[in-house]
């Protein structure tokens, strides 16, 4: 297929980039390269870009001829949709509702959502599946709902929306986070020698390999489109669900010569819940979800001192999308809308 990668700069699009083609697929990037200072280690792959850089932009005539939307792009976590939640909306919901309008009067027939399980929030004590009630409690969580539904009623024959509810995501990329549960812990363990824990570590959180999902994104584009249409699927694995204490716990068992400790003022977290996965793993053909917590926090201890990351180069505002735009903002490269100034 030929397929318009929405954040492919990103954290998870810079590496679906080379999993799209070994998959066979022409990939073509949008990203408005928030981001491009970010780089761990090596760069992101060279890709056939849009004219224009910004989602928000796109029109039909710019979709003509691609066969699937893989809608990564987003304000990408609940700090950096706080620090605007008008402008979460404006990007995360307006924005991307817009997109696939344009890729519905432009003709493509698959639209792949990359959702999230934050959209269920503060979660009941049982496993939740995809038929769960929604409560979220963060800007960025309710423009997922919001999208979802806007999505479904552009579904028909013709257009195919699939959401992708993904669990927390870690693992190594070439665009870094170190503002995501496991990438962090391992972070400080490695630079510091203290996994800290900045909530009280009770909550449970669904976690999953950035591996995993693009290995969810992959699927969908060869899957029947019966088997997809207008359907959510939570991305993960089950047996993925943690205390984020006993994530705590198993990064001091990877990391050598590390203790667990608490930030000053770490209290409880209302994100809490617990992700039932079957669906993925049995519904989605050609889906093998292929990452444990343990193999990733593994990847994440190699490649961190193998690139000799130290505790300035952690802390700093390279990894951390929050640091990174208010930077942009503060030195005047970024207006109010987060678009870049001439």
């Not at 998870?12 to 070994?22: D, Y």
């Not at 699927?233 to 203790?259: H, L, Q, S, T, W």
């Not at 700093?316 to 001439?342: A, F, H, M």
Request: proline share 4%; net charge negative.
């Amino acid at each position: 297929m030929k397929v318009l990668l929405t954040g492919h700069l990103g954290y998870i699009g810079a590496e679906a980039v080379p999993a799209l083609r070994a998959a066979g697929h022409e990939v073509v990037g949008l990203d408005t390269g928030l981001y491009d200072e970010c780089d761990f280690a090596a760069p992101p792959d060279e890709v056939e870009a849009l004219q224009i850089k910004d989602f928000r932009d796109v029109t039909a005539e710019h979709l003509r001829g691609f066969d699937a939307v893989l809608h990564l792009a987003a304000l990408s976590n609940d700090p950096l949709g706080d620090l605007n939640p008008g402008l979460t909306y404006d990007i995360n919901l307006e924005g991307s509702t817009a997109l696939a309008r344009a890729a519905k009067e432009a003709g493509v027939s698959r639209f792949l959502f990359s959702s999230s399980c934050s959209l269920y929030g503060a979660g009941s004590d049982g496993f939740l599946d995809e038929n769960a009630a929604f409560n979220p409690v963060t800007p960025y969580g309710e423009s997922k709902i919001r999208v979802e539904q806007e999505l479904a009623r552009l579904a028909d024959q013709s257009f195919s929306p699939t959401y992708f509810r993904n669990a927390t995501a870690y693992g190594v990329s070439r665009r870094l986070r170190a503002d995501i549960v496991v990438n962090n812990l391992v972070g400080y363990a490695v630079t510091t020698g203290k996994v800290l824990l900045k909530s009280d570590g009770t909550p449970w959180r669904p976690l999953v390999h950035i591996g995993d999902i693009i290995g969810a994104f992959v699927a969908a584009l060869s899957a029947p489109q019966e088997a997809i249409h207008d359907q959510a699927f939570n991305v993960g694995k089950n047996g993925e669900n943690y205390r984020i204490r006993d994530v705590a716990n198993m990064v001091a068992e990877v990391v050598p010569d590390c203790e667990v400790a608490f930030a000053e003022g770490a209290s409880a977290d209302i994100r809490n819940y617990r992700v039932d996965f079957t669906k993925i793993e049995t519904k989605l053909p050609g889906f093998t979800p292929k990452w444990t917590l343990r193999a990733g926090i593994e990847e994440l201890y190699d490649a961190y001192t193998r690139a000799g990351l130290t505790e300035e180069e952690f802390l700093g505002p390279r990894y951390y999308r929050l640091k990174t735009v208010q930077g942009l903002l503060d030195g005047g490269r970024l207006d109010d809308s987060l678009r870049w100034v001439s």
